[in-house]
């Protein structure tokens, strides 16, 4: 059974700074990226960032946090990280760690969310 944990979300004024991480357990061999994806009230669940497995790396990132979210993932340790600075009050929201397919356009796996807040 495939279990994705996040943790490092919390309440940051405007320009400070988290760390998200998401710890993997279980076998995810149906997948070959991880990401994370966001949901603010009222609005639909958007993908943030995205990482492929593989050793090439790939990455993928929203428009709106080019520059100042950076994805990361330890594969010994099973971890995604997203290092995201500069926030601004419109980061707020749910963020979710994701397994799958396609630079997770397509997900096999959830977590259960982290909540970011970001106060102005």
């Known amino acids: 059974q495939v279990q994705l944990v996040e943790s490092g979300g919390g309440l940051v004024q405007a320009g400070g700074s988290l760390r998200l991480s998401c710890a993997a357990s279980?076998?995810?061999?149906?997948?070959?990226?991880m990401g994370w994806y966001r949901q603010a009230p009222g609005k639909e669940r958007e993908l943030v960032a995205a990482i492929s497995i593989s050793s090439s790396g790939t990455t993928y990132y929203a428009d709106s946090v080019k520059g100042r979210f950076t994805i990361s993932r330890d594969n010994a340790k099973n971890t995604l990280y997203l290092q995201m600075n500069s926030l601004k009050p419109e980061d707020s929201a749910m963020y979710y760690c994701a397994a799958g397919r396609q630079l997770v356009t397509i997900v096999n796996y959830w977590g259960q969310g982290t909540q970011v807040t970001v106060s102005s």
């Open positions: 279980g076998s995810i061999s149906s997948a070959n990226a």
